[in-house]
C-alpha cells in the first residue's frame, strides 16, 4: 500500500503573500494542537517537519481511536510555486456550464506556462465561457502555499474550511498518492 495525502493548495497568492499566511497557518495549527514540530524531523521513519497533534482529531476524526504512531503521518507546508494534481482516479476536467472536456494535451501544454507565469485563462470549446484554469473541476494548481496532510485519516469540511481560509481567497484540496 502507497502513501496518500491530501494537500491543501492555494492558487491565487503571491511569494511574498504566500510566506505570511505560511507563518499564520503554522501558528494557528501549533496553538490549536492540530500538529506539533517534529524532534527528529528528516528521518525515514516520520520525515515531515510536523507530526499530528493532541488535537488532531479535531481535523481528522477518523484519528479518534487510531494511534498516532504511524510511520509518515506528519505535516508539511510547503511555501514554493508547485504544480498539485489530483492523482486519485477521477473524471477528465469538463465545464461546469455544458459539460465538455478539456484535452489532456490542451491540458499539458499550460503548465509550463502556469508555472512560469500568471494562471491561464482557457475559453470552453463547448459554450465559449471563459474561466481560470483552476476553476476547471479536476484539472490541476499551481500554488506558493500549500499544507500537506500525510495517511491522514479523512479532513472534516469545517477543519478544511477553516484551514482554507487562512491561507487565501482560491484554495483546494488536492488527493495524491505515491
Ligand atoms: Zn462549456
Redesign the pocket.
Known amino acids: 500500500m502507497g502513501d496518500e495525502c491530501v494537500t491543501v493548495v492555494e492558487m491565487s497568492t503571491g511569494a511574498l503573500e504566500a510566506a505570511d499566511r505560511a507563518d499564520a497557518v503554522i501558528q494557528w495549527l501549533l496553538d490549536t494542537g492540530v500538529i506539533v514540530p517534529n524532534p527528529q524531523r528528516g528521518n525515514t521513519w516520520q520525515p515531515s517537519g510536523y507530526l499530528p497533534g493532541p488535537q488532531a482529531p479535531a481535523a481528522a476524526p477518523g484519528f479518534g481511536d487510531t494511534d498516532y504512531t504511524l510511520a509518515n503521518n506528519g505535516v508539511e507546508i510547503l511555501v514554493e510555486r508547485e504544480l498539485y494534481r489530483d492523482t486519485s482516479p477521477h473524471k477528465a476536467p469538463s465545464?461546469?456550464?455544458?459539460?465538455?472536456e478539456l484535452a489532456e494535451a490542451t491540458l499539458e501544454a499550460m503548465i509550463r506556462p502556469w508555472l512560469d507565469g500568471p494562471e491561464p485563462r482557457v475559453d470552453?470549446?463547448?459554450?465559449?465561457?471563459a474561466r481560470l484554469l483552476g476553476e476547471w473541476p479536476d484539472g490541476y494548481v499551481v500554488g506558493e502555499l500549500a499544507v500537506r496532510f500525510n495517511n491522514w485519516p479523512p479532513l472534516s469540511q469545517a477543519f478544511l474550511a477553516d484551514l482554507g481560509a487562512r491561507m487565501g481567497p482560491r484554495w483546494r484540496a488536492i488527493r495524491e498518492q505515491y
Request: proline fraction near 8%.
Open positions: 465545464c461546469p456550464e455544458c459539460g465538455y470552453c470549446a463547448g459554450c465559449g465561457t
